[in-house]
């Protein structure tokens, strides 16, 4: 159990064009999804915290207009990245929480988004 | 605040030789502590965790873990590695809930490299 899907797993898209990435938690519900970014050889930073039904919080320095996040069910999540420039390009992971677990995340596999 | 701080960037060993890899934690209340392993282009997969009770923390594929509190340590053990060992290891810490979610922040990662 406690499995998280991340659609899609590679996307490559050309620069000033936006990217949808999905995140849904395949087994259980997820009433808190988290959305980080790693850079090559680098740890994973926190984006943005996102709460079924209402609006993401936003780590400081991550811009929101730029990366929309929407959780619409408890099940999904989506991360949006608008007008993607080549510095977007990086490795997306989605992580969820069980809405009856108070220090457990599971991850998804990642997307890898490159931007040309 | 809390952070993670994981001295060695890279770990090699050769195989069937035990190791250590080293994490150090602060935090200025009580913490989660946790180690997960991600492959080459994967998501990050949960090795073992540490929420209370025993110091000796066990998990998968033969890994171990020890919590030291006044060292303010969870360095991650295992007696015996295989080549299938070869991945990044990220070790990371949860203060539980702040400001309604809990919010975990990583290591920057060390990079188990086995020699056969």
Redesign the interface.
Known sequence: GAV?S?HPSRVICKSGTSVKIECRSLDFQAT?M?WYRQFP????M?MA?S?EGSKA?YEQGVEKDKFLINHASLTLSTLTVTSAHPEDSS?Y?C?A?PWDS?????????T?LTVL | AQSVTQLDSQVPVFEEAPVELRCNYSSSVSVYLFWYVQYPNQGLQLLLKYLSGSTLVKGINGFEAEFNKSQTSFHLRKPSVHISDTAEYFCAVSDGYSGGYQKVTFGTGTKLQVIP
Not at chain 1, 41 to 44: A, P, R
């Open positions: 998280v991340q808190t988290f050889k680098k740890s994973l926190l915290t709460n919080t490795f992971i992580s929480r108070n220090n457990e995340q599971f991850f998804g596999p990642g890898r």
